[in-house]
C-alpha cells in the first residue's frame, strides 16, 4: 500500500466550478496534512494545511481532515484557469519530521 | 515576503563528480529538508535537519550524500560521486517548526551526463 494515496487524474473541471481532490494516508500517527500546488517545472507551492479533524477554510479553498478514515480532502471554489496545475498532497507524521507526498492529481480548468 | 532561495538554478555535472547544492532557508526558520523530484515522477523526501544535526533520512540519502550547515545561513547537499539515477529537481525547504508546513525553494536542476 501507498503511504499516500491520489488519483493521477486528470481532473478537468469547468471555469467557476468546484474541484475536490482526494488523498488517503496509511500511517495513523500522521499528524500534519499539507496541499502543495506545482506548476510544470515549478517548486511545489504552499496553499493549505490541517492539523485538526474537520474543515479549514482559506479563501476559495477549504481543506478536510477525516483521521479515523485516514483522508484528507482540498475544495477549490470558484475555479478559476490559473488553478490547472499538479495538486500534491503532503503527510508529516513528526518524529523526526520526514514528511511524504503523494504522487499528485492533475487539475484541468476549462476556460 | 520571505524566501528560500537555492543556487546554482542548473548544475550540469560529468558522472562521478562531486556536486554541491546550495540553500538559504528562511532567516527565522530551524528545519531544513532537502527532497528530490525525478522528472514526471512523485517529490521525494532525502533528509531533515535541525540544531546541526540530521533528524530523519530516507532510504535514498546514502552515504554518497551528506548534509550540513557551514554559517548561519546556509545549508548544503553534497553528493560525492554523482551517478546518472541522481539527475533530478532538489528542493530545499525550511519550516519554523517540524510539524509546520514546509516552504520550498525554486530547485536546481541536476544533469549527470
Known amino acids: 500500500q501507498k503511504e499516500v494515496e491520489q488519483n493521477s487524474g486528470p481532473l478537468s473541471v469547468p471555469e467557476g466550478a468546484i474541484a475536490s481532490l482526494n488523498c488517503t494516508y496509511s500511517?495513523?500517527?500522521?499528524?500534519?496534512f499539507f496541499w502543495y500546488r506545482q506548476y510544470s517545472g515549478k517548486s511545489p507551492e504552499l496553499i493549505m494545511f490541517?492539523?485538526?479533524?474537520g474543515d479549514k477554510e482559506d479563501g476559495r479553498f477549504t481543506a478536510q481532515l477525516n483521521k479515523a478514515s485516514q483522508y484528507v480532502s482540498l475544495l477549490i471554489r470558484d475555479s478559476q484557469p490559473s488553478d490547472s496545475a499538479t495538486y500534491l498532497c503532503?503527510?508529516?507524521?513528526?518524529?523526526?519530521?520526514?514528511?511524504?507526498f503523494g504522487a499528485g492529481t492533475r487539475l484541468f480548468v476549462k476556460a | 515576503e520571505p524566501e528560500v532561495t537555492q543556487t546554482p538554478s542548473h548544475q550540469v555535472t560529468q558522472m562521478g563528480q562531486e556536486v554541491i547544492l546550495r540553500c538559504v532557508p528562511i532567516?527565522?526558520?530551524?528545519?531544513f529538508y532537502w527532497y528530490r523530484q525525478i522528472l514526471g515522477q512523485k517529490v521525494e523526501f532525502l533528509v531533515s535537519?535541525?540544531?546541526?544535526?540530521?533528524?530523519?533520512k530516507s532510504e535514498i540519502f546514502d552515504d554518497q550524500f551528506s548534509v550540513e550547515r557551514p554559517d548561519g545561513s546556509n545549508f548544503t547537499l553534497k553528493i560525492r560521486s554523482t551517478k546518472l539515477e541522481d539527475s533530478a529537481m532538489y528542493f530545499c525547504?525550511?519550516?519554523?517548526?517540524?510539524?509546520?508546513?514546509?516552504?520550498f525553494g525554486p530547485g536546481t536542476r541536476l544533469t549527470v551526463l
Open positions: 525547504a525550511s519550516s519554523e517548526r517540524g510539524n509546520n508546513e514546509q516552504f
Open positions: 500511517d495513523r500517527g500522521s499528524q500534519s
Open positions: 490541517i492539523y485538526s479533524n
Open positions: 503532503a503527510v508529516n507524521r513528526g518524529g523526526g519530521f520526514k514528511t511524504i
Open positions: 532567516s527565522n526558520h530551524l528545519y
Open positions: 535537519f535541525y540544531n546541526n544535526e540530521i533528524s530523519e
